[in-house]
T-cell receptor, first 113, second 113 residues
Framework: GAVVSQHPSWVICKSGTSVKIECRSL??????MFWYRQFPKQSLMLMAT?????????EQGVEKDKFLINHASLTLSTLTVTSAHPEDSSFYIC?????????FGPGTRLTVL | GENVEQHPSTLSVQEGDSAVIKCTYS??????FPWYKQELGKRPQLIID?????GEKKDQRIAVTLNKTAKHFSLHITETQPEDSAVYFC????????????FGKGTMLLVSP
């Protein structure tokens, strides 16, 4: 139980384009999901908390207009990186809260050329 | 907000030795302290956690200790094996409603055969 999936697992895009990443809880309903960014050899940095049916809560320094989060159902949250630039290249990981424990997705490797 | 410090950043041990990773946190309201293991390019996996009403918890070769007064907690791995090689992250949260985790910077553990 408590399985979280992400799609795609990796994506390469051109600078200036937008990329959507999906995070799904497969066998449970998640009112709250989290989005993290992880640069090589660094820790996980929380970007935002995604709440079903309401606006996401963004961490300080994270541009809400650049990283659009939508949590339209209890099993799906999406992160859209708009007008992506090379500095947005990173490993994006989502997690879902299940009885106060976070279960992580497998991550999405984004490379912006 | 919460700040979690983790040491050491790298740790090399011989197979069979013990390994200890230490973390300190700043917010005395934090009461949930999980440890994650992350292999290269993969999702973090919860390996053990402890809540503030407990001072020590053990699961086979892995143990975690918590000192709330000093605001530090440690991961102990005994009889290390090469497959224990990975990056380990400590985290802290306030375990209320949903768990917003603050991660340490990680420790790369290398276990040599």
């Amino acid at each position: 139980g408590a399985v979280v999936s992400q799609h795609p697992s990796w994506v390469i895009c051109k600078s200036g384009t937008s990329v959507k990443i999906e995070c799904r809880s497969l066998d449970f309903q998640a009112t709250t999901m989290f989005w993290y960014r992880q640069f090589p050899k660094q820790s996980l940095m929380l970007m935002a908390t995604s709440n079903e049916g309401s606006k996401a809560t963004y961490e300080q320094g994270v541009e809400k207009d650049k990283f659009l989060i939508n949590h339209a159902s209890l099993t799906l949250s999406t992160l859209t990186v708009t007008s992506a630039h090379p500095e947005d290249s990173s490993f994006y990981i989502c997690s879902a809260d299940y009885y106060n424990e976070q279960f992580f997705g497998p991550g999405t490797r984004l490379t912006v050329l | 907000g919460e700040n979690v410090e983790q040491h050491p950043s790298t740790l090399s041990v011989q197979e069979g030795d013990s390994a200890v990773i230490k973390c300190t946190y700043s917010d005395s309201a934090s009461n949930y302290f999980p440890w994650y293991k992350q292999e290269l390019g993969k999702r973090p996996q919860l390996i053990i956690d402890i809540r503030s009403n407990v001072g020590e918890k053990k699961d086979q070769r892995i143990a975690v200790t918590l000192n709330k007064t000093a605001k530090h907690f440690s991961l102990h791995i005994t009889e290390t094996q090469p497959e224990d090689s990975a990056v380990y992250f400590c985290a802290a949260s306030m375990d209320s409603g949903y768990s917003t985790l603050t991660f340490g910077k990680g420790t790369m553990l290398l276990v040599s055969p």
